[in-house]
């Protein structure tokens, strides 16, 4: 059955158990005549120390770097010795995409840490939040964001913004290019000072209004976060390579806003690792714990990125009133229901498209070739790719399209490690199917690692 057909949910228990455990295939679970194992994943308990409180913590950083890890730099999520990271088979495919996410603003991550103690040491109790942050912004509503490469130059005015028409005698630079009240490349002649700044229009001043052109001017350091292009370099809150530059990742804290993304309807983080500990190497241990975020990557598409057992490792360094993590790793896995919600984005090299999921494109299409996912050989099923990670511990779940033989490469089945099968129905996936206790059917997934630094922010409340 494919999606939009008119059927109702049908649901099949295959009499597969005793087969596929006699093969190896299966590990107990309920219905296969034996207890069931619990999840792989129970959440550590929290450690006794200061509540967390957002903007109350010691120290805030923010992700300056991020890449998907090796193979070998994963985690033993399933407790066979071996490191998981099935991501690992595109790490090169995704650097790009990833770094410059990062170095656009696109993806913002700060963290703000809890009970942390004074300078290097071991400490038993580390708590931290983990946030969605923004740095650029258009304040001005008109399509574009300051602090990016290109950006606007002026977030106080609509009719400033890269590729408007100059506009004559409003000492405004109106399109730009870092100049004010210029003849096409020619500068503008005036000699007055109407703002006051003892610079001209004609000694190079791109804003000598006086609403705001006092804290604009050539050769003046550029004011972070004011929304005006203070040097008169062509885009706002965007220095030059300078260690006066606007760069949150520089090492020299700038400030960062935070997204309401960030926090549940209580004001309260809704990423919280509330059980780290230091050891006295100054190595970071934190979790299993649940990295849940609503990441806005491109207009109208928000990816809900749920990473379940998320455990990290860093090394802390401290330094002078600072601290940031260094040779950091998050690992954990990414669900099937997950996948299945992130959509509305193309990426050619992986088959994926706007109109279908990431569960999609590794399930039913080029993605699952490329993470050497293995094949289903349950019958009807034969060659349907099955996560690497067996979350409830029930038996893979398997993940197909039912019809291989047309152009439209979805997932519209999903079958439980138990045996149970469930088929999309009209506006209802699949992997959406719950427990009878309200758990959901399917929370094997993908395993997934990833690399990161951090360096000390200021985050604004």
């Given amino acids: ?63 300056s770097a991020l890449t998907i890890a090796t193979l070998d730099e994963g985690f033993d999520l399933d407790g066979d010795g071996e490191p998981d990271n099935k991501l690992a088979a595109v790490g090169a495919l995704a650097r790009e995409p990833i770094e410059e996410a990062i170095a656009d603003y696109e993806v913002l991550i700060p963290f703000e840490y809890f009970d942390l103690a004074d300078g290097a040491g071991a400490d038993e109790c580390v708590k931290f939040a983990i946030y ?51 003849n096409d490349t020619v500068p503008s002649a005036d000699t007055a000072d109407h703002d006051g700044d003892g610079v001209t229009l004609a000694d190079g001043d791109c804003d000598d209004s006086v609403e705001t052109g006092a804290m604009v001017m050539p050769g003046m350091d550029e004011i972070c976060g004011d929304g005006l292009d203070n040097d008169c370099d062509g885009t706002a809150d965007r220095g030059p390579a300078t260690a006066e530059a606007c760069d949150p990742y520089d090492g020299t804290p700038d400030t960062l806003d935070l997204d309401p993304l960030s926090f549940d309807d209580n004001g309260d983080p809704v990423i919280v690792f509330d059980n780290g500990e230091i050891d006295a190497a100054g190595g970071l241990v934190a979790g299993p714990s649940i990295f849940s975020v609503s990441v806005p990557v491109i207009d109208g598409v928000t990816l809900d990125l749920r990473i379940t057992g998320a455990q990290i490792v860093a090394n802390v360094e401290f330094v002078g009133d600072s601290v940031r993590l260094t040779n950091g790793r998050l690992g954990g896995i990414l669900d099937a229901r997950t996948m299945d919600n992130i959509r509305g984005l193309e990426v050619e090299d992986i088959g994926l498209v706007p109109e279908n999921s990431l569960l999609d494109a590794t399930f039913a299409n080029v993605l699952g070739t490329l993470l050497a ?28 399209d039912s019809n291989t033989s047309d152009d439209i490469k979805t997932v519209d089945t999903c079958i439980d490690g138990d045996g149970t099968v469930i088929m999309d129905a009209p506006g209802v996936e699949c992997t959406e199917a719950l427990l009878p206790d309200g758990k959901p059917r399917f929370p094997d997934g993908i395993s997934v690692a990833l690399t990161f630094e951090t360096q000390p922010t200021i985050l604004r409340e």
């Fill in 132 to 182: 969605l942050g923004v740095y650029k912004h258009d304040a001005d509503t008109d399509g574009q964001d300051t602090a990016v490469d290109g950006g606007d130059c002026d977030d106080t005015r609509m009719t400033s913004a890269p590729g408007l028409p100059e506009i004559a005698d409003n000492f405004v630079d109106d399109d730009c290019d870092g100049l004010a009240d210029e």
């Fill in 1 to 63: 059955m494919l999606r939009g057909q008119e059927e109702t949910p049908m649901k099949l228990t295959l009499g597969l158990c005793a087969s596929l455990g006699a093969a190896g295939l299966l590990l107990p679970a309920i219905g296969c005549g034996s207890d069931s194992q619990p999840p792989l994943f129970e959440p550590k308990p929290e450690c006794e120390g200061e509540a967390v409180v957002p903007f109350a913590g010691d120290a805030q950083n923010v992700i």
């Fill in 373 to 400: 996912l293995n094949s289903s050989d349950q019958a009807g099923y034969e060659g349907c790719k099955t996560p690497d990670i067996d979350v409830d511990r029930d038996g893979l779940e398997t993940f197909c």
